[in-house]
């Protein structure tokens, strides 16, 4: 099994900057893409971030140019930097990661936990 845990999440005020971080652990060989989703209060999941194993990034129109996502293969985890928050941000951040667990397993989708993002105006 494959288990994602997340940390980094937080209050902060407008304007300020959080780092998200989600380390896979588990019976690995391989990640693909991994990816950062939220889901607010009310609304429905929606994708923040994704990275490719080759590092092509793919970013949501509302956070562009405030978020950058990346990746550290070695260490299995995803990072979500957030700058220049805003009160839209607030929701629940959850960690996605593509995996296989051998040369040739199909891949599996896993999720993390969700942390907790707020943004106080």
């Known amino acids: 099994q494959v288990q994602l845990v997340e940390s980094g999440g937080g209050l902060v005020q407008a304007g300020g900057s959080l780092r998200l971080s989600c380390a896979a652990s588990?019976?690995?060989?391989?990640?693909?893409?991994m990816g950062w989703y939220r889901q607010a209060p009310g609304k429905q999941r929606e994708l923040v971030a994704t990275?490719?194993?080759?590092?092509?990034?793919n970013y949501a129109d509302s956070v562009k140019g405030r978020f950058t996502i990346s990746r550290a293969d070695a260490k299995n985890t995803v990072y979500l930097q957030m700058n220049s928050l805003k009160p839209e941000d607030t929701a629940v951040y959850y960690c996605?990661?593509?995996?296989?667990?051998?040369?040739?397993?199909?891949?599996?989708?896993?999720w993390g936990q969700g942390t907790q993002v707020t943004v106080s105006s």
């Open positions: 996605n990661q593509e995996v296989y667990m051998s040369l040739i397993a199909p891949a599996r989708q896993y």
């Open positions: 588990g019976s690995i060989f391989s990640i693909n893409s």
């Open positions: 990275i490719t194993r080759g590092g092509s990034t």
